[in-house]
Protein backbone atom coordinates (compact mmCIF):
# COMPACT_ATOMS: atom_id res chain seq x y z
CA UNK A 1 0.00 0.00 0.00
CA UNK A 2 1.67 3.09 -0.96
CA UNK A 3 -0.84 5.84 0.02
CA UNK A 4 -0.46 9.29 1.59
CA UNK A 5 -3.46 11.02 2.65
CA UNK A 6 -4.20 14.17 2.80
CA UNK A 7 -6.97 16.91 4.56
CA UNK A 8 -8.71 18.69 3.12
CA UNK A 9 -8.82 18.75 -0.52
CA UNK A 10 -9.75 22.10 -0.68
CA UNK A 11 -9.29 24.87 1.55
CA UNK A 12 -10.33 28.36 1.55
CA UNK A 13 -8.85 31.11 4.42
CA UNK A 14 -9.08 34.66 5.02
CA UNK A 15 -5.74 36.31 6.12
CA UNK A 16 -7.01 36.56 9.22
CA UNK A 17 -7.65 32.66 10.26
CA UNK A 18 -5.74 29.70 11.65
CA UNK A 19 -5.72 26.95 9.60
CA UNK A 20 -4.16 23.64 9.28
CA UNK A 21 -3.09 20.93 7.04
CA UNK A 22 -3.07 17.30 7.97
CA UNK A 23 -1.20 14.36 6.33
CA UNK A 24 -0.90 11.00 7.01
CA UNK A 25 0.63 7.57 5.84
CA UNK A 26 1.33 3.63 7.34
CA UNK A 27 3.77 2.72 5.17
CA UNK A 28 6.19 2.98 8.33
CA UNK A 29 8.17 5.41 6.26
CA UNK A 30 10.37 7.93 8.67
CA UNK A 31 11.10 11.02 6.64
CA UNK A 32 8.26 12.72 5.50
CA UNK A 33 8.03 16.00 3.29
CA UNK A 34 5.90 19.23 2.94
CA UNK A 35 5.73 20.81 -0.89
CA UNK A 36 4.26 23.73 -2.37
CA UNK A 37 3.59 23.83 -5.85
CA UNK A 38 2.45 27.02 -7.85
CA UNK A 39 0.25 26.59 -11.57
CA UNK A 40 2.80 25.36 -14.12
CA UNK A 41 5.07 24.96 -11.78
CA UNK A 42 7.31 21.96 -10.09
CA UNK A 43 6.93 21.70 -6.80
CA UNK A 44 9.04 23.28 -4.55
CA UNK A 45 10.31 21.60 -1.02
CA UNK A 46 9.76 23.50 2.34
CA UNK A 47 10.25 21.11 4.75
CA UNK A 48 11.44 17.83 5.76
CA UNK A 49 11.47 15.17 9.09
CA UNK A 50 13.76 12.55 9.43
CA UNK A 51 12.75 10.52 12.07
CA UNK A 52 9.88 13.10 13.29
CA UNK A 53 12.76 15.44 13.49
CA UNK A 54 12.67 18.73 11.46
CA UNK A 55 16.09 18.09 9.22
CA UNK A 56 15.29 20.43 6.74
CA UNK A 57 13.76 24.11 6.34
CA UNK A 58 14.27 25.82 3.26
CA UNK A 59 13.79 29.00 4.04
CA UNK A 60 10.05 29.09 4.67
CA UNK A 61 8.34 32.27 6.10
CA UNK A 62 6.77 31.91 10.39
CA UNK A 63 3.39 31.40 8.52
CA UNK A 64 3.87 28.18 7.62
CA UNK A 65 4.65 26.00 11.07
CA UNK A 66 5.22 22.25 10.79
CA UNK A 67 4.89 19.74 13.09
CA UNK A 68 5.23 15.67 13.18
CA UNK A 69 3.49 14.35 16.10
CA UNK A 70 4.54 10.92 15.41
CA UNK A 71 5.99 8.90 12.73
CA UNK A 72 2.75 8.56 10.31
CA UNK A 73 1.24 11.91 10.83
CA UNK A 74 2.70 15.22 9.90
CA UNK A 75 0.94 18.96 9.85
CA UNK A 76 1.01 21.90 8.57
CA UNK A 77 -0.15 25.48 10.48
CA UNK A 78 -1.10 28.30 8.69
CA UNK A 79 -1.20 31.44 10.17
CA UNK A 80 -1.89 35.11 8.68
CA UNK A 81 -1.37 34.03 5.47
CA UNK A 82 -0.86 36.16 2.06
CA UNK A 83 -2.99 35.75 -1.32
CA UNK A 84 0.44 34.66 -2.91
CA UNK A 85 0.62 31.75 -0.47
CA UNK A 86 -2.17 30.12 -2.68
CA UNK A 87 -0.92 26.95 -4.09
CA UNK A 88 -1.50 22.98 -3.99
CA UNK A 89 0.48 21.66 -1.35
CA UNK A 90 1.63 18.39 -1.18
CA UNK A 91 2.16 16.13 0.99
CA UNK A 92 4.91 13.07 0.79
CA UNK A 93 6.85 10.66 2.98
CA UNK A 94 9.43 7.82 2.29
CA UNK A 95 12.16 5.47 4.04
CA UNK A 96 15.15 7.79 5.01
CA UNK A 97 18.02 8.32 2.49
CA UNK A 98 18.64 10.02 -0.58
CA UNK A 99 18.26 6.46 -2.52
CA UNK A 100 14.14 6.18 -1.54
CA UNK A 101 11.55 7.08 -3.42
CA UNK A 102 8.92 9.62 -2.33
CA UNK A 103 5.14 8.93 -2.37
CA UNK A 104 3.01 12.02 -2.72
CA UNK A 105 -0.17 12.48 -1.46
CA UNK A 106 -3.41 13.69 -3.26
CA UNK A 107 -2.58 17.65 -1.80
CA UNK A 108 -4.72 20.38 -0.51
CA UNK A 109 -5.43 23.58 -3.11
CA UNK A 110 -5.31 25.90 -0.85
CA UNK A 111 -6.94 30.09 -1.51
CA UNK A 112 -5.63 32.58 1.02
CA UNK A 113 -8.32 35.50 -0.19
CA UNK B 1 25.37 22.12 -8.67
CA UNK B 2 22.41 19.96 -9.52
CA UNK B 3 19.89 20.86 -12.35
CA UNK B 4 17.44 18.62 -14.21
CA UNK B 5 16.23 20.12 -17.71
CA UNK B 6 12.80 19.18 -19.66
CA UNK B 7 12.90 21.52 -22.10
CA UNK B 8 10.07 20.34 -23.73
CA UNK B 9 7.42 22.78 -22.38
CA UNK B 10 4.20 21.11 -24.04
CA UNK B 11 3.60 18.12 -26.48
CA UNK B 12 0.67 17.32 -27.83
CA UNK B 13 -0.06 13.87 -30.08
CA UNK B 14 -2.99 12.12 -31.45
CA UNK B 15 -3.86 8.75 -29.86
CA UNK B 16 -1.53 5.81 -30.31
CA UNK B 17 1.68 7.77 -31.25
CA UNK B 18 4.37 7.46 -29.87
CA UNK B 19 6.29 10.10 -27.85
CA UNK B 20 9.56 10.73 -26.11
CA UNK B 21 10.23 13.09 -22.86
CA UNK B 22 13.44 14.34 -22.56
CA UNK B 23 15.00 15.20 -19.39
CA UNK B 24 18.86 16.27 -19.15
CA UNK B 25 20.49 16.48 -15.84
CA UNK B 26 23.57 17.80 -13.95
CA UNK B 27 25.07 16.33 -11.02
CA UNK B 28 29.10 16.06 -9.53
CA UNK B 29 28.16 13.19 -7.83
CA UNK B 30 29.00 9.53 -8.70
CA UNK B 31 26.04 8.13 -6.79
CA UNK B 32 22.63 9.46 -7.65
CA UNK B 33 18.55 8.45 -8.48
CA UNK B 34 17.11 9.68 -11.18
CA UNK B 35 13.01 9.57 -11.05
CA UNK B 36 10.14 10.27 -13.12
CA UNK B 37 6.57 11.51 -12.15
CA UNK B 38 3.42 11.87 -13.14
CA UNK B 39 1.19 14.56 -12.36
CA UNK B 40 -2.69 14.24 -13.87
CA UNK B 41 -4.87 17.18 -13.39
CA UNK B 42 -6.15 15.91 -10.10
CA UNK B 43 -2.97 17.22 -8.44
CA UNK B 44 -1.46 13.82 -6.68
CA UNK B 45 2.04 13.02 -8.18
CA UNK B 46 2.14 9.70 -9.11
CA UNK B 47 6.09 7.43 -9.16
CA UNK B 48 6.60 6.25 -12.43
CA UNK B 49 10.17 4.28 -11.91
CA UNK B 50 13.15 4.95 -9.93
CA UNK B 51 17.09 4.31 -11.54
CA UNK B 52 20.55 4.98 -9.93
CA UNK B 53 23.63 6.01 -11.34
CA UNK B 54 25.29 2.70 -11.38
CA UNK B 55 22.23 0.98 -13.32
CA UNK B 56 22.15 2.17 -17.06
CA UNK B 57 20.46 -0.80 -18.18
CA UNK B 58 17.00 0.48 -19.63
CA UNK B 59 13.95 -0.37 -18.38
CA UNK B 60 10.06 -0.93 -20.51
CA UNK B 61 6.96 -1.06 -18.35
CA UNK B 62 3.97 -2.22 -20.37
CA UNK B 63 3.77 0.64 -22.62
CA UNK B 64 6.39 3.09 -20.74
CA UNK B 65 9.77 2.71 -21.83
CA UNK B 66 13.18 4.35 -20.06
CA UNK B 67 16.53 4.81 -21.98
CA UNK B 68 18.95 6.26 -19.36
CA UNK B 69 22.62 7.45 -20.61
CA UNK B 70 25.22 8.65 -18.50
CA UNK B 71 27.35 9.52 -21.36
CA UNK B 72 25.06 12.24 -22.45
CA UNK B 73 23.47 13.04 -18.69
CA UNK B 74 20.21 12.01 -20.02
CA UNK B 75 16.96 10.02 -18.66
CA UNK B 76 14.58 10.16 -21.39
CA UNK B 77 10.76 8.33 -21.25
CA UNK B 78 8.66 7.32 -24.14
CA UNK B 79 5.30 6.25 -24.37
CA UNK B 80 4.60 3.63 -27.49
CA UNK B 81 0.71 3.92 -28.46
CA UNK B 82 -0.02 7.16 -26.38
CA UNK B 83 -3.62 7.23 -24.91
CA UNK B 84 -6.16 9.85 -23.86
CA UNK B 85 -5.44 9.13 -20.08
CA UNK B 86 -1.97 9.58 -20.83
CA UNK B 87 -2.68 13.29 -20.85
CA UNK B 88 -0.50 14.67 -17.42
CA UNK B 89 2.13 16.72 -16.38
CA UNK B 90 5.41 14.42 -16.26
CA UNK B 91 8.63 15.71 -13.79
CA UNK B 92 11.73 14.26 -14.13
CA UNK B 93 13.82 14.65 -10.67
CA UNK B 94 17.16 13.74 -9.30
CA UNK B 95 18.61 12.85 -5.84
CA UNK B 96 21.85 13.11 -4.39
CA UNK B 97 23.18 12.08 -1.23
CA UNK B 98 23.98 15.74 -0.49
CA UNK B 99 21.25 17.45 0.18
CA UNK B 100 19.14 14.62 0.71
CA UNK B 101 16.14 16.18 -1.34
CA UNK B 102 14.28 15.89 -4.89
CA UNK B 103 15.54 18.22 -7.38
CA UNK B 104 12.43 18.59 -10.09
CA UNK B 105 12.68 19.57 -13.86
CA UNK B 106 10.41 22.14 -15.02
CA UNK B 107 7.75 19.33 -16.40
CA UNK B 108 6.80 18.71 -19.84
CA UNK B 109 2.71 18.64 -20.34
CA UNK B 110 1.43 15.92 -22.77
CA UNK B 111 -1.60 16.32 -23.89
CA UNK B 112 -3.07 13.29 -26.08
CA UNK B 113 -5.92 13.66 -28.38
CA UNK B 114 -8.50 11.08 -29.78
Known amino acids: DTEVTQTPKHLVMG ?11 HMGHRAMYWYKQKAKKPPELMFVYSYEKLSINESVPSRFSPECPNSSLLNLHLHALQPEDSALYLCASSQVGSEETQYFGPGTRLLVL | AQKVTQAQTEISVVEKEDVTLDCVYETRDTTYYLFWYKQP ?11 NSFDEQNEISGRYSWNFQKSTSSFNFTIT ?3 VVDSAVYFCALSEAIPDKLIFGTGTRLQVFP
Do not use: D, H, Y
Not at chain 1, 15 to 25: D, F, P, V
Open chain 1, 15 to 25: MTNKKSLKCEQ
Open chain 2, 41 to 51: PSGELVFLIRR
Open chain 2, 81 to 83: ASQ
